[in-house]
């Protein structure tokens, strides 16, 4: 599918955005783990999000979707599936899968689309195969499919060399299942929707920072954990960006009822320093911190950022649309995840602004990018969603092409609904 955009306006709106796509995911994978019916409010309806549901549908679970509640009952047992297991686009489900069914009884096979079938699962496949699991697929088990033969795993005492919620989320679930205590370490906090939920379901994790260490204590379940009475919150990263689209057409969003989790909230900060207006309003905290988030644009300056990199790499994209149109020379450093993600995202931002007409150059572990003034251009989005999403904000000031924006779809159904209120668009090839 391909859009265009044909421009935006200064706005004044709210936006109630999709429900939290990491933590719906989790929510259907931690269902399998309980005692009892699972009872989800908002559960984020979007095609890789109903993969981590019809998966857990396949290992057993009985699912009830009234339309507005999610009831999910695990069977006693996880029951081997009698087909192979599709993740779809999704990262989150396929790794966070692998680590609770390298510990399952039974033979099971995960593969996803074209693009998640090049993305590497070796730093999540090596450090289960180490402690016991049974994992092959492509390139020694680095590339889906993957088939694994799952059993009762050993303890470890894990140091992973990078900050990923995936892999952290993936080990812990290991360790649940483990034969001893187990230990993770990371070296540096990333997302810790895994920590707070568990924690909150009754497993037994003691986690604590340690000379800029993240450091999880991993007991294994003595039963099953308590069923999940949750609504889903809205999703920051969604949500950011029609942050952008405020702070670089001098507009105001007012962005409704997200998490406000630190570890979800950086990229607001960093455009709160790049001269935007934010303030934060929290509403509750139960397993999450809830709340509201206003954003005013101003005139914007460029910024370095190399510093809390794991907790806005999702919104690295979009904040480099930001830093194309304000003054002064932007660095993003320290990044060199973006390189994994849907697609190479160093590569899609960089050989995109410069169609554009916006000065940048790849590094290694991120770009350099020279405000300026957009002009319209025909950009590849390289099947990548938050590459697609970001050109077409960027699109609100000089007009986009935008190529394959149906991978939008899969994390984000609702953004055109939103994004007609503040921009004119339209679809121009469905195919």
């Not at 396949?58 to 069977?75: C, F, M, R, S, T």
């Not at 390139?139 to 795993?153: T, V």
Request: hydrophobic share 40%; with cysteine; glycine share 8%.
């Amino acid at each position: 599918m391909r859009i265009e955009v044909l421009g935006g306006k200064r706005f004044s709106e709210e936006f109630v955005v999709d429900a939290d796509k990491s933590i719906s995911h989790r929510c259907a994978i931690f269902s399998l783990l309980t005692e009892g019916e699972n009872e989800i409010k908002n559960y984020l309806r979007a095609e890789d999000t109903l993969n981590s549901l019809e998966i857990a549908k396949a290992l057993g679970a009985e699912v009830i979707d009234d339309g507005d509640i999610i009831k999910i009952k695990a069977p006693e047992n996880l029951k081997e599936a009698s087909d192979v297991l599709y993740c779809g686009n999704s990262g989150t489900t396929i790794r966070i899968y692998m680590g609770l069914l390298a510990g399952t009884q039974g033979f099971f096979v995960l593969t996803g689309d074209k693009y998640l079938r090049r993305r590497p699962m070796a730093r999540v496949s090596e450090p289960l195969k180490a402690i016991g699991a049974k994992i092959d697929g492509r390139d020694k088990g680095n590339l889906a499919p993957l088939a694994i033969r799952g059993g009762k795993l050993k303890s470890f005492n894990f140091k992973s060399k990078i900050a990923s919620a995936q892999v952290k989320s993936a080990l812990i679930l290991a360790g649940l299942n483990g034969d001893g205590i187990s230990f993770y370490e990371e070296p540096f906090l990333s997302r810790d929707h895994t920590e707070r939920m568990l924690k909150g379901m009754g497993a037994d994790l003691k986690c604590e920072m340690e000379n800029g260490k993240w450091k999880v204590e991993i007991n294994p379940l003595k039963k099953r954990l308590n069923p999940l009475k949750f609504e889903v919150p809205n999703d920051p990263s969604s949500a950011f960006f029609f942050a952008v689209a405020a702070a670089i057409t001098n507009s105001t969003a007012i962005i409704k009822n997200v998490t406000l989790n630190p570890t979800r909230i950086e990229a607001y900060k960093v455009l709160e320093k790049m001269g935007a207006n934010v303030e934060y309003i929290l509403k509750e905290d139960k397993y999450e911190p809830v709340g509201d988030i206003i954003v005013k644009g101003k005139e914007l300056k460029g910024i370095k950022v190399s510093d809390n990199i794991p907790w806005l790499i999702d919104e690295i994209p979009a904040l480099a649309m930001a830093m194309a149109v304000a003054n002064g020379k932007s660095i993003v450093q320290n990044a060199k995840e973006l390189r994994v993600k849907e697609s190479d995202r160093i590569k899609a931002v960089v050989e995109n602004l410069k169609k554009c007409g916006i000065v940048s150059k790849e590094l290694e572990d991120g770009f350099e990018i020279i405000g300026g003034t957009p002009k319209k251009a025909n950009i590849d989005s390289f099947g990548d969603h938050r590459i697609a999403m970001s050109f077409a904000v960027l699109g609100m000031l000089c007009g986009m092409e935008v190529n394959e924006a149906q991978s939008i779809y899969t994390s984000f159904p609702r953004f055109f609904e939103l994004f007609k209120k503040i921009s004119e668009f339209r679809i121009i090839d469905a195919n």
